[in-house]
C-alpha cells in the first residue's frame, strides 16, 4: 500500500460519516491536513491514523498494516533459519514482518516495505549482506533502518566491516532466541 495523502471523500467513507464531517473535523484542528494547489484538503496517512487512535477510532482493515506496529525484514537465504526468526517474531504480536530468500529481493522489499529494522544474514550468494547493508545505508531514508547482521561465519573483521557499513549489532549463528528479540526491542522499541 502506497503512502498517499487522502482525500476527505476517503476518510469519510473509511469512518462512515458525512464528507461535511471530515471538514469540521479539519477546520476546527483535529485533523490535520495540508491545502494543494488546487484549493483541496488532503491528509497525510500518518495523520489521519494518529486522529484515529487519539479519538479511539477503529483503524479500517486497509491500513493495519499501518498502525504502528514495527516492520521487520528478515533476509537469509537459508529459509528455514528466516522461517524460524518470523516464527519467534510473530510470538510477539507487535511487527509487521517479510521474508527475503536473496539480496536482490530484499532490495525490492525495502524501497515497498520500508522496514524499521533488517535481520540481515551475511552470506547469501549472488548480494551478500555487506552489499545489501551498503545499498540500505545508501538509499533514500535508509539511514534510520537498524540492521541486525547474522552469520555462522563471522570473524572480528567481518564483524567490524559490516558495522563500519552500519549494521547496529552482530549476532553469531546459531544465537540465542531472546537475545535477538531483546536487541530488536532495543533498536526498535514498539511504538505507543
Excluded at 7 to 17: D, L, M, N, Q
Excluded at 59 to 85: C, T, Y
Excluded at 167 to 185: E, G, S
Amino acid at each position: 500500500m502506497e503512502d498517499r495523502p487522502l482525500t476527505t471523500g476517503e476518510i469519510a467513507k473509511y469512518c462512515h460519516v458525512s464528507h461535511r464531517a471530515v471538514l469540521k473535523w479539519v477546520t476546527s484542528g483535529k485533523l490535520k491536513s495540508f491545502r494543494t494547489p488546487g484549493n483541496h484538503n488532503r491528509v497525510s496517512l500518518k495523520e489521519f491514523l494518529d486522529f484515529l487512535k487519539q479519538y479511539n477510532m477503529p483503524i479500517p482493515s486497509k491500513f493495519k498494516d499501518f498502525s504502528g506496529q514495527r516492520k521487520v525484514l528478515i533476509v537469509d537465504d537459508d529459509k528455514n533459519m528466516a522461517n524460524s526468526i518470523k516464527r519467534l517474531l510473530v510470538q510477539e504480536n507487535q511487527y509487521i514482518i517479510d521474508i527475503a530468500y536473496d539480496g536482490f529481493d530484499a532490495g525490492r522489499k525495502i524501497v515497498w516495505m520500508r522496514p524499521d529494522l533488517v535481520v540481515l544474514d551475511i552470506r547469501m550468494p549472488g548480494l551478500d549482506g555487506y552489499e545489501v547493508a551498503r545499498r540500505i545505508k545508501e538509499s533514500e531514508g535508509g539511514k534510520d533502518i537498524k540492521i541486525i547482521a547474522i552469520s555462522a561465519f563471522f570473524d572480528q573483521d567481518g564483524k567490524e566491516k559490516i558495522k563500519q557499513i552500519g549494521a547496529d549489532y552482530c549476532l553469531d549463528k546459531p544465537f540465542n532466541q531472546q537475545a535477538l528479540i531483546d536487541k530488536i526491542k532495543e533498536l526498535v522499541p514498539a511504538e505507543t
